[in-house]
């Protein structure tokens, strides 16, 4: 790692850990710039999925107020999220390779979609939800996890997906539904990041830098996101995206 990809590394976790906060999805900024300093895609995706867990720690640390009288919720749904994350780990590493590069177009053209999408989603989390106790349904636990292996064998737009998820299940604010959001998310990926880290798939050099600019970008997202016109920002990203998603699919093929 030559100091110039040190320093990229930790201005694109600084982008992640924004865009995460502003939009919701900061693999679409980490995971190419993993690919961009010669990390092979499995590489590259089991060393973003350990960096975001800087992301759910920055995040939480700043959403205090939005927390606040959720442990209920967080003890119920935790677990959920912690065996989907599992299970999208055990996922991507028994599986080949050369399947992940075919899939991971798909994945981040989905992602950059719903990226697109996204304003449409959040008014869908504005509907009327039902009481607690709907999130001990097992269609929506079913639906949580689905989720939730989808973030440990890949990850982007799980930020976008999960808060959608919760709207229809819970009764709360979007602000309290996206902490919420932030956290669940962070379990999912420290248990996939701790059977990555076991079975050394990460590359350690990459991930620290990585995930020492999330965890910036990812405490101060909030305080700046107010300041940014999300509209265009959303724009970009999803556009780009689209554009990186084809690019991976020729590479692919």
Do not use: C, H
């Amino acid at each position: 790692m030559t100091p110039l990809e040190l320093a990229l590394l930790v201005l694109a976790g600084v982008g992640a850990g924004l865009v995460g906060s502003v939009v919701g999805l900061a693999s679409l900024v980490s995971y190419p710039v993993l690919l961009s300093v010669g990390l092979p895609p499995v590489t590259a995706n089991v060393t973003n999925t350990v960096a975001l867990v800087a992301s759910g720690v920055g995040s939480a640390a700043s959403s205090r107020p939005e927390l606040a009288g959720q442990r209920g919720r967080l003890v119920r749904l935790a677990p959920v999220f912690a065996a989907g994350g599992l299970a999208g780990g055990v996922l991507l590493v028994t599986t080949p390779g050369e399947v992940f590069e075919r899939v991971v177009p798909f994945l981040v053209g989905g992602a950059s979609v719903l990226m697109l999408l996204q304003p449409r989603l959040r008014a869908l989390v504005r509907r009327p939800a039902a009481p607690d106790d709907a999130a001990e349904s097992w269609l929506a636990r079913v639906g949580l996890f689905a989720v939730a292996v989808y973030g440990g064998y890949f990850g982007a737009a799980a930020g976008v997906i999960i808060p959608v998820l919760l709207g229809f299940v819970l009764d709360a604010s979007v602000q309290r539904l996206l902490a919420l959001k932030n956290v669940l998310l962070m379990v999912s990926n420290l248990v996939a990041a701790v059977l990555f880290l076991a079975l050394g798939l990460v590359d350690l050099d990459a991930a620290l830098p990585l995930a020492v600019g999330i965890l910036v970008g990812g405490w101060v997202g909030p305080m700046v996101s107010r300041r940014l016109p999300q509209g265009v920002l959303r724009a970009v990203i999803g556009v780009a995206g689209i554009g990186l998603a084809v690019r991976l699919w020729v590479t692919a093929g």
